[in-house]
């Protein structure tokens, strides 16, 4: 069984930065695309980053490019998120994901089938 921690949450100010951790155990993590997500409350879901199982294909929405960077270390089966620049629009529980492919370039939006269970972001104005 696949399972997914994530860590490095908290509370900022506005422009301020975070990096947050997700730690995959029990799958084979280079088989993996990773991706994360965020729900602020009353809204749904949102898509935030993804990176394919190599490392190599990133892709973010407008709402957080040139902010956020997916990253990954195949060694450590860890997926990061650097923020920068944030906002108090940022402010959400952040979700990590993850979904089996045998493509090496495989990056999504939507069909993971494994999460985390979140952590806190909040960015104060």
């Known amino acids: 069984q696949v399972q997914l921690v994530e860590s490095g949450g908290g509370l900022v100010q506005a422009g301020g930065s975070l990096r947050l951790s997700c730690v995959v155990s029990g799958g084979t993590f280079s088989m993996i695309a990773m991706g994360w997500f965020r729900q602020a409350p009353g809204k749904e879901r949102e898509f935030v980053a993804a990176?394919?199982?190599?490392?190599?294909?990133?892709y973010y929405p407008d709402s957080v490019k040139g902010r956020f960077t997916i990253s990954r270390d195949n060694a450590k089966n860890t997926v990061y998120l650097q923020m920068n620049s944030l906002k108090p629009e940022d402010t959400a529980i952040y979700f990590c994901?993850?979904?089996?492919?045998?493509?090496?370039?495989?990056?999504?939006?939507?069909?993971?089938?494994?999460w985390g269970q979140g952590t806190q972001v909040t960015v104060s104005s």
């Open positions: 990176i394919s199982r190599n490392g190599g294909s990133t």
């Open positions: 994901a993850a979904h089996y492919t045998p493509i090496a370039t495989y990056i999504g939006t939507q069909g993971y089938d494994y």
